[in-house]
């Protein structure tokens, strides 16, 4: 037994299966990772979710395969294990899992009103909800579902649930969640029908224990199932908890696991209460599991999840009786051996997740997986391929001590390179230390600390803080390789009429210069910056107005992130212009014209910048003959953000000596 955290660490029996532990992958699909086209998982899938098993979880859950005919979508897996085309491969999967002693599970899922559907689904037949509706996002309308295609559907739960089982997969889980077909069908917001299916609580739940139901006949009791289900949907009129307990009342002899989760995924801010953003806290939903947890008829294994990662948070949570398992899903892509390092006594060592949203949206904007803080997710076998396995140990001078720098400097010395890394300012961090100075960022501040204390404690790091290196200091201390990750500076245009004005100032410079902010504050730029300083002093009591010359705010950020800060925006900010540009500004505030060409004043005695940043190119490039190797990085090459400056100063530090 692990003596720091007990809880954990501590084996849970479920019918014949034994987990080793109490934290198990939530539900993630690791989209653009492999082909489309293949209805099985490709060996690039497959490692990435063998890495969660190397890791130290008891269970690794592979999410997500529709039941429905959702049309062949360019941007999803579109697995299919009923196709024995593909049956070699998801047996590869799970005894791939199972070789680090882990449990392999299998997600099904009705998206129902929730989906997304191609014009080749659309033309195959009545798209079907639990109730008849029009959805306002796209004007799809939806049938409500008959008798006779409920029996159709169950019937296909049951043969998927039978190839799950003959595949290896030591559990299914049964998504009912997140507004998802079997969660409309409990929800009394979303279900408005008129027979047997609908009405009380009992009615509500005929259609998901029809699934169950036929699913046990099918695959009897060695196949544990497990229920996801949102135990309030957080909106006026949802599905709630005490009915939530109700509902585990009637299921829990037919199932083996009950996942607790919240919210209804296509309401506006609710995919942030779903999967959370940093405007909540840690562990934030699982007072949910433990209101089912803590009903003395519920006998079944309850568990909890949303934004868990720290052991001890985690361990301290089991300890309350809140819920008997943990599940992580973002946690273990920032880092997927965040178990097994806490098991070792290195809780230190995990890599923060910072809650940035990348890997559940970003495959929509540019067709990559990534992780901000994991530069080798989603590229597991492409890693194999581009990192060269044999370097010669090489003398490194690093310019710059941002994330981009750091994380060079912490994977060269890996390699056994001997890194002196070079930062002007007293204390390293780039424009990471912006977080300091939001609540919101907490996640992001965490990252810089872990980046900042590993770097300092790393014996072939060295760091020279205060130094403003030049190529005539580097030169001739006969460095092997030179990477510059000199970053980025605001961006100020000067034909702007008063942009040198008092009351002016950087994003940066509100937080550093110590210089006084008033009581009326326009924010110039309204991209993710710009909104979350915006923020930032509106919830301190500022009036905060943000212009914007696009006709959005924040387009550089995330969906679900982009949701959630435009939320907050109107909220706490006393308002938003968007398609206004700014034509000078003057001491009583700003004046701009908005998209008809009409001119306007914004009173304001504090003016913000948040326009943007210009590459340091230039002072990058003057390195370049400092060294036999130079290599420029992170924003001095092209302004970003911190998931490519991470894996810019990976990159470089992978090459070095070869």
């Known amino acids: 037994m692990n003596q720091m955290y007990p809880n954990i660490f501590k084996p849970l029996k479920v019918g014949n299966v034994v987990f080793k532990n109490r934290i198990f992958t939530a539900p993630s699909m690791g989209h653009m990772i492999q082909n489309n086209a293949p209805t099985y998982p490709e060996p690039a899938l497959i ?40 049956w070699r491969n998801f047996i590869h999967f799970t005894d791939a899992i199972h070789f680090y002693d882990c449990k392999a599970s299998y997600e099904l899922i009705h998206f129902g009103g929730e989906g997304e559907y191609t014009p080749e689904a659309i033309a195959a037949g009545d798209i079907y909800a639990c109730s008849e509706f029009v959805r306002e996002s796209d004007g799809l309308h939806f049938k409500e579902i008959p008798e006779s295609e409920m029996e159709k559907l169950a019937d296909r739960y049951a043969d998927l649930a039978q190839c799950v089982k003959f595949c290896g997969f030591d559990t299914l889980l049964i998504h009912g969640g997140h507004g998802t077909l079997l969660q409309e069908f409990l929800s009394p917001r979303s279900n408005h029908r008129t027979d047997k299916y609908g009405g009380s609580l009992e009615n509500r739940a005929r259609f998901p224990m029809m699934v169950i139901d036929r699913i046990r006949e099918r695959v009897g009791r060695d196949l544990l199932i497990e229920y996801r289900i949102s135990g309030s949907e957080c909106v006026p009129g949802g599905f709630e908890v005490d009915e939530c307990i109700e509902f585990f009342k009637l299921i829990q002899d037919k199932i083996d696991i009950a996942h607790i989760s919240a919210g209804v995924v296509r309401e506006p801010r609710l995919r942030a209460i779903t999967h959370p953003s940093g405007f909540l806290p840690d562990g934030c939903n699982v007072y949910l599991a433990e209101a089912v947890k803590k009903c003395p008829d519920i006998h079944i294994p309850v568990l909890g999840l949303g934004a868990f990662q720290h052991p001890q948070l985690i361990d301290d949570t089991l ?24 098991k070792q006594g290195k809780a230190d060592d995990i890599v923060p997740c910072i809650k940035c949203f990348r890997c559940l949206d970003e495959f929509k904007l540019t067709h990559k997986y990534v992780c901000t803080v994991n530069p080798t997710a989603g590229r597991e076998d492409f890693n194999d391929m581009m990192i060269p396995n044999e370097w010669q140990k090489q003398n490194v001078g690093i310019i710059g001590g941002g994330p981009a720098g750091m994380m060079a400097a912490l994977e060269a010395s890996k390699r056994g390179h001997k890194v002196t890394l070079f930062e002007k300012e007293a204390v390293l ?29 790393d014996p072939n790091i060295t760091v020279c803080t205060n130094v403003n290196a030049t190529p005539e200091l580097i030169a001739p201390m006969g460095f092997d390789t030179v990477i510059a990750a000199t970053g980025a500076t605001p961006l100020v245009p000067r034909a702007i009429p008063g942009i040198n004005g008092d009351n002016v100032m950087t994003a940066g410079d509100s937080f550093f210069s110590g210089r006084p902010i008033g009581d009326k504050v326009v924010v110039i730029g309204g991209g993710q910056v710009g909104c979350e300083v915006g ?26 992130y982009r949701e959630e800060l435009q939320g907050q925006v109107s909220d706490h900010c006393k308002a938003a212009i968007t398609g206004g540009t700014c034509t000078s500004i003057a001491p009583e505030g700003v004046y701009y014209k908005d998209a008809e060409g009409v001119e306007h004043l914004i009173e304001a005695e504090t003016v913000i910048l948040a326009m943007g940043m210009r590459p340091t190119s230039d002072i990058a490039e003057s390195f370049r003959d400092c060294a036999q190797t130079f290599r420029a990085i992170g924003d001095c090459v092209k302004t970003g953000n911190v998931q490519k400056a991470v894996r810019a100063g990976f990159d470089a530090a992978m090459c070095i000596g070869w």
Request: some cysteine.
């Open 535 to 560: 923020v930032h002093y509106a919830t301190m009591g500022k009036e905060v107005t943000i212009l914007e010359m696009q006709k959005a705010l924040c387009p550089d950020a995330t969906r679900t």
């Open 47 to 86: 490692k990435n979710y063998l890495e969660k098993a190397k890791g130290g979880v008891a269970q690794v859950q592979c999410g997500g395969q529709q039941v429905n005919f959702p049309g062949r979508n360019p941007i999803h897996s579109n697995f299919d294990i009923e196709n024995p085309t593909g």
């Open 319 to 342: 300890a309350a009786g809140k819920c008997d398992i943990v599940a992580m899903a973002r946690g273990t892509i920032a880092d997927p051996y965040t178990v097994r390092k806490a």
């Open 429 to 457: 961090g780039g424009q990471l230390k912006d977080a300091a100075f939001m609540s919101f960022k907490y996640d992001l501040l965490k990252y810089e600390r872990y980046l900042i204390n590993h770097v300092q404690q």
